[in-house]
């Protein structure tokens, strides 16, 4: 049997979640980055573990940084990922 990835329970995933992935799909499909500073965004994440996040990103063929302890976190597009 196939395990969910953690950010995902029952195959569904947490909360706002799916929203903000939409939200920074459509952001770097226009430009070359997008920056979570938004409270509520960023509290979406922090419910993630940094491998959570990493995962998440990866998964959709981005880059995470996270900045300034936290209160920052940006996604890239992952150009090794799409080269690939």
């Known amino acids: 049997m196939e ?3 953690p950010w995902k329970v029952d195959n569904v995933m947490h909360g706002d979640l799916p929203a903000l ?4 799909a459509k952001a770097l499909s226009q430009g070359s980055e997008y920056v979570v500073t938004q409270p509520a965004e960023l509290r ?10 990493s ?30």
Request: proline share 2%.
């Open 3 to 5: 395990t969910a990835p």
């Open 21 to 24: 992935a939409a939200k920074i």
């Open 44 to 53: 979406v994440l922090r419910e993630m573990s940094d491998a959570e996040v």
């Open 55 to 84: 995962e998440f990103a990866k998964s959709r063929g981005w880059r995470v940084i996270r900045r300034l302890g936290g209160r920052q976190i940006e996604f890239y597009n992952d150009a090794s990922v799409r080269a690939s």
